[in-house]
């Protein structure tokens, strides 16, 4: 998507650092069960939207759970921020 987003070559003059639209994304997963809700799952895809944004855009990242997360800790998670 980031590729194909890219080739478009769409302009953006309101964006000082980049001259053409850009894609950033953020993708979390959740396991089955637990304390998990909607709401928990979006919230940590926008932890790792915003890890993107910080890195400079135009890229993804995911938030992978830890183990902690599946004996019930929602608040633990480990960022593999990848950019491309």
């Known amino acids: ?3 194909a987003v890219a ?3 769409i302009a953006h003059s309101g964006l000082l650092t980049r001259p053409c ?3 950033s994304v ?3 997963t ?3 069960g637990g304390d998990y809700s909607h709401e928990h799952a ?3 895809a926008d932890i790792a939207l915003y890890a993107v944004k910080s890195g400079g855009r135009d ?3 995911f938030l992978e759970p830890l183990p ?3 004996a019930g800790r929602p608040d633990a998670g480990s960022l593999l921020l990848s950019t491309g």
């Open 1 to 3: 998507m980031l590729r």
């Open 7 to 9: 080739d478009l070559n």
């Open 21 to 23: 639209v850009t894609v």
């Open 26 to 28: 953020g993708v979390a």
């Open 30 to 32: 959740v396991e089955p």
């Open 42 to 44: 979006v919230r940590e």
């Open 59 to 61: 890229g993804w990242s």
């Open 68 to 70: 902690a997360q599946a």
